[in-house]
């Protein structure tokens, strides 16, 4: 197979990441702590939308659900996850693409998630479309979760990133920096606490006015009609994302990049909605099917209505815990056991 960046070189690059892993390892990392092995990506697929998702324990029975078929030995040892795949670039591409991450890494990430600096001129801006550029495409490209961005939008994104990269140490030309900074871009940074930084989104919703991709403590808008300013009233407001939103984070032929800063209390809002509306009915009904699988693989019978409702009094039992917290798999496998032991 031809890598899909370059087009011409076979793709011989194994390992690749579809998002760059020093943006999404704060997600993963704090769980990863407690025991990697158990942490997968995954995307659920719900009345025909697919989607991404990091999830932590993911139970057995959702993974066949999700990926048709049990993980094998190795995938569950090497922590492989579905974000890493082998044979869609070339050497060199990863290299183009590692070029602009490593750059970006230097020279932004610091500023934003420690200094907190959210505005930045040229050509600072142009390394920022570029790296958000390549997380956008390589998902679209990758087709992650049959997710992609219209072959008219993947396409030119393409030409952009490789000429981008190509040529980013050599300095781009006037007319590819055009081009660049005319794709109107919303990007959030959710202001999130070192301990929380678990609790946020590696997901793609299915919104495409604009198209959302949320990155752990990044939320890209991502907006299609090239040279317009999108009216505020068209953006969707997904989960609350955009309440409050002003032009001047819509980023269109700009001087000067702007990040907006979500404060983590927004943040908290945002994540608790999706979590209601995204994945708190579908996975009631998993919840209470793991508690009598896990009941009869443990005691051989059923468990009792009493006891059913026993393990769905303390499920509920909440307090002030936020919403993915108690659906979190953890908290549901020690209620469970709690419950067998009884
Ligand atoms: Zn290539």
Redesign the pocket.
């Known amino acids: 197979m ?8 076979e ?1 011989d690059e194994t390992g690749s990441h579809i998002l760059t892993h020093s943006l999404i390892s704060n997600c993963i990392n704090e769980q990863g702590k407690k025991g990697r092995n158990k942490e997968m990506m995954f995307g659920i697929s719900q009345s025909g939308e697919r989607k991404l998702f990091v999830g932590n324990q993911v139970l057995p029975d959702k993974i066949v659900e999700i990926k048709g078929r049990e993980l094998s030995d190795q995938e569950v040892e090497n922590n492989d996850n579905d974000l890493v795949v082998d044979n869609i ?6 290299r ?1 693409f590692g070029r602009i991450e490593s750059e970006f890494s230097r020279k932004i990430l610091g500023k934003i998630r420690r200094d907190k600096i959210y505005d930045f001129t040229n050509p600072d801006n142009i390394l920022i479309r570029l790296y958000f550029y390549i997380q956008v495409w390589r998902a679209s490209s990758f087709k992650y979760t049959e997710w992609s961005l219209p072959n008219c939008i993947e396409e030119p994104l393409r030409e952009i990133i490789l000429e981008g990269c190509t040529n980013y140490d050599i300095g781009i030309s006037a007319e590819l920096e055009d081009k660049i900074i005319k794709i109107p871009i919303i990007i959030n940074y959710l202001d999130t606490p070192d301990e929380k930084s678990s609790s946020n989104l590696i997901f793609i919703p299915n919104e495409t006015l604009p198209y959302l991709l949320f990155l752990c403590d990044f939320v890209v808008e991502f907006f299609t009609v090239q040279g317009v300013m999108p009216s505020l009233h068209s953006i969707s407001n997904y989960n609350g994302l955009n309440d409050n939103l002003s032009e001047q984070f819509i980023n269109l032929n700009e001087n000067r990049f702007k990040l907006r800063c979500i404060s983590d209390s927004n943040r908290e809002k945002i994540i608790n909605s999706f979590s209601l509306n995204e994945i708190g009915l579908i996975d009631l009904d998993r919840i209470k099917k793991s508690f009598v699988f896990e009941y009869l693989k443990s005691k051989k019978t059923f468990p009792t209505l009493n006891q059913f409702l026993r393990f769905m009094f303390e499920f509920s039992k909440w307090d002030k815990l936020p919403l993915l917290e108690q659906m979190s798999e953890q908290r549901i496998s020690n209620l469970i056991k709690k419950i067998i032991k009884e």
Do not use: Q, T
């Open positions: 031809k890598c899909l960046l370059c087009k011409e070189n793709a670039y070339c050497k060199d591409c990863e183009l």
